[in-house]
C-alpha cells in the first residue's frame, strides 16, 4: 500500500512484518526512529510474541542476537556509527558462528570529531566481518532489502547488515509502497535454524579450533558468501515477481549500454547521479552509473561484465581507507584488473557533507576534459585552502591545538574569527 | 537430554558417603542417574576448582529442569578446556560467548524461548571472575537490571589464569599475579575494596544471589536448585580454587575452599530480593594466615621477615566479614550446609 511515511517508520513496520522474535537494540542517531517504533509495536501487540529487550550497550544488543538466534528465534537490531563499532566482536561472532542475524545500519559518520551525519564509514569498516552489506538507493529499496535479507540469512544461515543512508534516508518522508503482512509471509516463510541449542538434541556451537581446521572454517564463510552472490539475484528476481517491483540484486544499471564514462557509488547518492547523467546525456556525453547494491559479498565477476565497455570509471564514495585510499575503489580495482580502464577514486559526502549536482557535475566536467589523475585520491569539494592553513599551523606552532576547533575558526563558524 | 549411568564418584568434605543415604537424599553426582553435563576428558588441569564447579553446577541445573536446559557460556578457562574441538566435553546445548558478552548472550537466549512459548527450557550462563566482574560486568549489571530469566554463575578463581594468571577486580589484597608481583618493594595486589559481586548484584534486588564453595557441594547443588525455582535473573558466585594460578598443590583445592570460608574471608551465603537470608556459619574458625601459607600466591607475606601488616589487614578484612555476616553467631546449632530443610 502506497503511503507517505517516514522512511525510518518504513523500515520497522516491514521488520515488524518479518516477524521477528526477539528485537534487541540500543539507541544512536540516526537510527533511533527505527527502534522507537519497534518498541510501539511490541507494545501494542501488533508484533506478537517478539520480546524486545532494552540492553545496556550496542555490544549487549547484538550479544543479545546472538543468543537469541542460536536459541532459535528471528532477530533483530539496528545501528549506526560508534554503535556498530561498539559491536564489532560480536559482529565477527555472529558471522564465525553461522548465524542468520539481520541488522539495520543507518550509515553515520564515525567520530572523532564527533559527527552524528550521514557517510558510509561505520559499514565499511566492518566490510571484513564476515556479514553480508547490502546498501538501499531509496527508501522503497530499504523496506524491500528487509525482506529478501530475512530470506538470504536463513537461507544461507549467516548474518546480514541492510545499510541505509542516515537522515538522508531514515529520515526523509517519501511515498514508500508497503508490503502486506500476507505477501511478506509468502515470501519470507518461518524461520527453521540451521543450527540450534536443543535440550533434545544437544550441540555445542562455538567449540575452539585449532591451526588443524581454522583456515578451513574461515573458508566455508567465505563458500557461503560466495553462494549469496548467486542468491542475492534469484532473491531479488522472486521478489520481482510477486512484489512487482524490482529492489535489491547485486548491482543496477543506469544508461550504462554504451556508456564510455562509468560513475559507480553506492546508497542513495544514486539518485543524485542519475540526474547529473542524464543532463550529461541530454549534452551528447555518453556516461552512465553503476550502483551497486551489495558489497558484501564484493560481486567481482559481475562488476568486471557491466563495466567491460567502460573507458573511463569514477568511484564516488562516502568512506576512505585512511591513509590508503578509497575502498569501493581498491575493490574496483581488483575487479577491473587487465582492463583497459582507467580507475579514478573519489570521497565525498563525508560527515553528511552534500553531494550535490552541481558538485557531481563540476567533477565530470574536470574528469572529461582529462584533469584529473587516475593515482591520486581526490575529495569532492575539500577545502584546500583550509587544510594548507592548518597544516601550516601545525608545521609552526608547538602546540597548536585541535584541527578541528583550528578550522572551524578559520572558516569563521565558531570562536573569534582566525588565530 | 538423556541422563546417563555414571560411577559413583565419593566427595565432599564432611559429607558422609552419599551412597549410604536414601537415593532421594544423595546428592545430583552421587545419582546413578545424572547428566553428566561437563564430561571427564577435558583438559583443564589437575584439581581445578573451576572443573568441578561447573560439574556440580550444570548437573545440578540440568536436574532442576529435567533436562530443559541450555547454557552460554563466556571466553575463560573454562570455556577454552573443555572445546578444543572436536573434543566438546558439554552434553547440554552450549554456546560460546565472547569473553564480555556472557550475559546479554544469555538474554537472548530468554528472550527467544520466551517468545517461543518454550519458557520451560532454562538459561545458564557461566564466566570466570574476570568475565564477570570486568570485562562482562556492563552486560551483567544490564541482564540483572532487566530482571531477564537467566542464572548466571561466576567461578570465581580471583585471576584471568586462561591469559596466563594476571589480576583481576576479583583479585584479593596482597596476591601475586603475573601483573602484580611483589616487585620493587611493592606487595603483590593492593589493597583496597576490591569489587564484590555478590553484594553488587543484591542492589540490583535481583531475586536470588548466593555464594558457594567448592569445598561444600552439597550446598553448591542446593543453591543451584534453589536459583532454579526462582523466575528471573539469578546470581551465583562459586568460589573455586585454582591450583596453577595460586600455586597451590591440587590436593589441595578442597581444602583451601574449605579454609577461606572458616576464616570469614569468603562469606558463604543466600539473599532473596537484595536481602540476606541465610548465612552458612563458621564451623572451626582458623586464622588467615592458615588459608594463606598453602598458597605461593602470598608466599612473600611469609619471608623472613613476614609481612605482618599485611597478614592482619587481610585478618581485619576477614574480621569485618564475620561481623557484617554473623558468620560466628550462634555457632552451636549451625547445620550442615546444604543439609537444610
Ligand atoms: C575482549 C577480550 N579481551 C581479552 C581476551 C583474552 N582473555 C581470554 S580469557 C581471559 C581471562 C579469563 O579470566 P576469567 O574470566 O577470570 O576466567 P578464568 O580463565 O580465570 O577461568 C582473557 C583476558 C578476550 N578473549 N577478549
Ligand atoms: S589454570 Fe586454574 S582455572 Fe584454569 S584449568 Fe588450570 S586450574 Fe583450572
Known amino acids: 500500500m502506497l503511503e507517505q511515511i517516514?522512511?525510518?517508520?518504513?523500515?520497522?513496520?516491514?521488520?515488524?512484518?518479518?516477524?521477528?522474535?526477539?528485537?534487541?537494540?540500543?539507541?544512536?542517531?540516526?537510527?533511533?526512529?527505527?527502534?522507537?517504533?519497534l518498541s510501539d509495536l511490541v507494545r501494542t501487540r501488533e508484533l506478537e510474541p517478539c520480546e524486545y529487550l532494552m540492553v545496556e550497550s550496542e555490544f549487549g544488543a547484538l550479544s543479545a542476537c546472538i543468543g537469541a538466534s542460536a536459541a532459535g528465534a528471528r532477530t533483530y537490531t539496528a545501528t549506526s556509527s560508534q554503535g556498530l563499532l561498539f559491536m564489532a566482536e560480536a559482529l565477527f561472532n555472529a558471522s564465525g558462528l553461522g548465524l542468520p542475524l539481520v541488522m539495520t545500519v543507518a550509515n553515520r559518520a564515525i567520530g572523532a570529531p564527533i559527527n552524528i551525519w550521514n557517510d558510509h564509514s561505520d559499514a565499511m569498516s566492518m566490510r571484513d566481518s564476515g556479514w553480508v552489506q547490502l546498501y538501499a538507493e531509496s527508501n522503497q529499496e530499504a523496506v524491500d532489502l528487509h525482506v529478501q535479507a530475512y530470506r538470504l540469512a536463513e537461507s544461507l544461515s549467516l548474518p546480514v547488515m541492510v545499510c541505509?543512508?542516515?537522515?538522508?534516508?531514515?529520515?526523509?518522508?517519501?511515498?514508500?509502497?508497503?508490503?502486506?503482512?500476507?505477501?511478506?509471509?509468502?515470501?519470507?516463510?518461518?524461520?527453521?535454524?540451521?543450527?540450534?541449542?536443543?535440550?533434545?538434541?544437544?550441540?555445542?556451537?562455538?567449540?575452539?579450533?585449532?591451526?588443524?581446521?581454522?583456515?578451513?572454517?574461515?573458508?566455508?564463510?567465505h563458500a557461503k558468501q560466495m553462494q549469496a552472490l548467486d542468491e542475492i539475484p534469484r532473491l531479488a528476481a522472486e521478489f520481482a515477481e510477486q512484489f512487482g517491483r524490482s529492489s535489491g540484486g547485486l548491482l543496477s544499471a543506469y544508461r550504462l549500454d554504451d556508456a564510455d564514462t562509468v560513475v559507480v557509488a553506492l546508497g542513495s547518492m544514486l539518485g543524485t547521479l542519475e540526474d547529473v547523467v542524464d543532463s550529461l546525456r541530454d549534452e551528447?556525453?555518453?556516461?552512465?552509473?553503476?550502483?551497486?547494491?551489495?558489497?558484501?559479498?564484493?560481486?567481482?565477476?559481475?562488476?568486471r561484465e557491466a563495466l567491460s565497455h567502460a573507458r573511463r570509471v569514477v568511484v564516488v564514495e562516502k568512506a576512505f581507507a585512511v591513509g590508503a585510499g578509497g575502498i569501493v575503489g581498491q575493490n574496483l580495482r581488483l575487479a577491473l584488473q587487465d582492463l583497459p580502464v582507467e580507475v579514478y577514486d573519489v570521497v565525498a559526502?563525508?560527515?553528511?557533507r552534500a553531494v550535490t549536482r552541481a558538485s557531481l557535475r563540476r567533477l565530470l566536467d574536470v574528469l572529461l576534459a582529462g584533469g584529473l589523475d587516475p593515482y591520486e585520491l581526490h575529495f569532492l569539494d575539500l577545502d584546500t585552502a583550509l587544510v594548507q592553513r592548518e597544516l601550516e599551523r601545525s608545521r609552526h606552532r608547538v602546540r597548536p591545538g585541535p584541527h578541528a576547533e583550528n578550522m572551524l575558526r578559520d572558516l569563521g563558524v565558531v570562536g573569534s574569527g582566525p588565530l | 537430554m538423556a541422563f546417563q549411568e555414571i560411577k559413583l564418584y565419593q566427595v565432599g568434605t564432611f559429607v558422609a558417603g552419599n551412597r549410604l543415604l536414601d537415593p532421594e537424599q544423595r546428592s545430583v553426582q552421587a545419582r546413578m542417574g545424572r547428566s553428566n553435563s561437563l564430561t571427564s576428558g577435558h583438559r583443564a588441569c589437575q584439581?581445578?576448582?573451576?572443573?568441578?564447579?561447573?560439574?556440580?553446577v550444570l548437573d545440578a541445573a540440568m536436574r532442576a529442569t529435567d533436562g530443559k536446559m541450555i547454557a552460554a557460556n563466556s571466553t575463560?578457562?573454562?570455556?577454552?578446556?573443555s572445546t578444543p574441538y572436536p573434543e566438546s566435553s558439554w552434553q547440554v546445548p552450549w554456546l560460546h560467548s565472547l569473553f564480555g558478552n556472557g550475559p546479554a548472550v544469555a538474554s537472548g537466549m530468554a528472550a527467544a524461548l520466551k517468545a517461543q512459548g518454550r519458557e520451560d527450557i532454562r538459561v545458564?550462563?557461566?564466566?570466570?571472575?574476570?568475565?564477570?566482574?570486568?570485562?562482562?560486568?556492563?552486560?551483567?549489571?544490564?541482564?540483572?537490571?532487566?530482571?531477564?530469566?537467566?542464572?548466571?554463575?561466576?567461578?570465581?578463581?580471583?585471576?584471568?589464569?586462561?591469559?596466563?594468571?594476571?589480576?583481576?577486580?576479583?583479585?584479593?589484597?596482597?596476591?601475586?599475579?603475573?601483573?602484580?608481583?611483589?616487585?620493587?618493594g611493592t606487595t603483590g595486589n593492593v589493597f583496597g575494596q576490591g569489587k564484590n559481586l555478590p553484594q553488587i548484584a543484591m542492589a540490583h534486588e535481583i531475586p536470588y544471589v548466593a555464594t558457594a564453595t567448592v569445598a561444600e557441594l552439597r550446598d553448591l547443588e542446593h543453591k543451584v536448585e534453589r536459583a532454579m525455582e526462582f523466575r528471573g535473573a539469578r546470581y551465583l558466585h562459586v568460589y573455586v580454587p585454582c591450583p596453577l594460578g595460586w600455586g597451590a598443590a591440587p590436593a589441595d583445592t578442597i581444602r583451601l575452599a574449605r579454609l577461606v570460608k572458616e576464616t570469614g574471608i569468603f562469606p558463604v551465603f543466600e539473599a532473596e530480593h537484595g536481602v540476606v537470608t541465610e548465612v552458612s556459619r563458621i564451623r572451626h574458625q582458623v586464622p588467615?594466615?592458615?588459608?594463606?601459607?598453602?598458597?605461593?600466591?602470598?608466599?612473600?607475606?611469609?619471608?623472613?621477615?613476614?609481612?605482618?601488616?599485611?597478614?592482619?589487614?587481610?585478618?581485619?578484612?576477614?574480621?569485618?566479614?564475620?561481623?557484617r555476616f554473623g558468620l560466628l553467631d550462634d555457632p552451636d546449632t549451625s547445620d550442615l550446609p546444604g543439609a537444610r530443610p
Not at chain 1, 551528447?284 to 562488476?303: N, Y
Not at chain 1, 559526502?349 to 553528511?352: A, E, N, R, S, T
Open chain 2, 76 to 81: 575463560g578457562c573454562l570455556e577454552v578446556f
Open chain 1, 6 to 37: 517516514e522512511g525510518s517508520q518504513a523500515v520497522a513496520r516491514t521488520v515488524g512484518l518479518c516477524r521477528p522474535a526477539v528485537i534487541a537494540a540500543y539507541p544512536i542517531s540516526p537510527q533511533t526512529h527505527i527502534v522507537e517504533k
Open chain 2, 124 to 184: 545458564v550462563a557461566q564466566a570466570g571472575d574476570g568475565g564477570t566482574v570486568d570485562i562482562g560486568f556492563g552486560t551483567l549489571s544490564g541482564m540483572f537490571e532487566r530482571n531477564d530469566d537467566v542464572l548466571f554463575v561466576c567461578y570465581d578463581n580471583q585471576g584471568y589464569m586462561n591469559t596466563g594468571v594476571q589480576r583481576s577486580g576479583a583479585t584479593p589484597p596482597a596476591a601475586r599475579t603475573a601483573n602484580t608481583k611483589p616487585v620493587g
Open chain 1, 164 to 221: 541505509m543512508d542516515g537522515f538522508v534516508l531514515t529520515h526523509a518522508v517519501e511515498q514508500v509502497d508497503l508490503p502486506g503482512q500476507d505477501e511478506v509471509d509468502r515470501y519470507l516463510p518461518a524461520f527453521v535454524p540451521q543450527q540450534m541449542l536443543d535440550p533434545d538434541d544437544p550441540v555445542t556451537i562455538g567449540a575452539m579450533v585449532g591451526p588443524e581446521a581454522f583456515t578451513e572454517v574461515k573458508y566455508l564463510m
Open chain 2, 47 to 56: 584439581g581445578c576448582g573451576e572443573a568441578l564447579g561447573a560439574r556440580y
Open chain 2, 288 to 323: 588467615v594466615e592458615d588459608y594463606l601459607r598453602p598458597q605461593r600466591r602470598y608466599a612473600h607475606l611469609f619471608g623472613d621477615p613476614p609481612r605482618r601488616d599485611l597478614i592482619d589487614r587481610i585478618q581485619a578484612g576477614a574480621d569485618r566479614n564475620i561481623a
Open chain 1, 284 to 303: 551528447g556525453v555518453s556516461v552512465g552509473v553503476l550502483g551497486v547494491k551489495c558489497f558484501r559479498p564484493w560481486p567481482r565477476d559481475e562488476i
Open chain 1, 349 to 352: 559526502g563525508l560527515g553528511g
